[in-house]
């Protein structure tokens, strides 16, 4: 496992409550990892409680890197190894051109044009287009989530994580994120992506449900994909868009169970 978490349990501030209730799953190294859940569930808590972000510390348990234990460890610190954390909130990068802003993280100083083209390649922006491009508002919403991607990989880390409240993904088309989402796998990095776009989450190879705080499965994507219709009541839904055109072959029954056991508990 790249990424462990154990027994993690994140107060709010004021100490009252708990936003996230003992969470123990673990992410595999080079996989694509999808939180998904309701709104207020507990994603980008998660999120970033693993960046080290803010006052989101563990109350209890542990979280594990590479087999490091990093729980007391700052956002700077986690960042030194390989981790980062992109689309939180719309970055202030404005007036920087692209050229400059994908360089800013990149450790080797060496050959820094070749590697800004290769990563905006990888992120399927054409180099020559866009590197001296200013990020503005004449950057559309799809390339500049590019951009911002870019940058992220540009530092070349272990572990991305893309929280996407309502806006980043979104202005990406679904052909064009699948096949950028292959480049960064081939690059061996892991990707930790909050979605609440279903199709998108089907790239995801493994995945966690999160329900009110609690960890509920974590499994393939498709069996939590699964479960999560059947918390939310959504078999509609679930028959429909999720396994429409035989992509993911779990039959009537099996879903039927699923639905079953969901109620019984
Ligand atoms: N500092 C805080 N104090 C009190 N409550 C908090 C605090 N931070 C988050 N929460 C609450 O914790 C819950 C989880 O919030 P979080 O932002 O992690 O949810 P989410 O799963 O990312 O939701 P969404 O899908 O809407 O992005 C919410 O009910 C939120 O209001
Ligand atoms: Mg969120």
Redesign the pocket.
Known sequence: MLLELSGVTIP???QK?V?LNDVSFGIKEGSIHAIV??????????AYTIMGLGDYKALNGKIYFDGIDITNLNITERARLGITLTWQEPARIDGLSVYKYVSLGMKDKSKIKEKVFEVLKIVNLEPERYYNRIIDKSLSGGERKRVELAAAIAMNPRLIILDE?DSGLDFIVLEDFMNIFDNIKKLNMTILL?T?REDIGMVADYGTL?WR?NHIITDEFPRVMLRYCAKAGLKAFCKRTLFKNGAVCFDDDYIDRIFREENLS
Do not use: E, Q, V, Y
């Not at 859940?37 to 998660?46: C, E, Q, Y």
């Open positions: 709010t501030f004021d409550c936003i859940g309701p709104n207020g569930s507990g994603k980008s808590t998660l409240p909050i609440h999160l705080g």
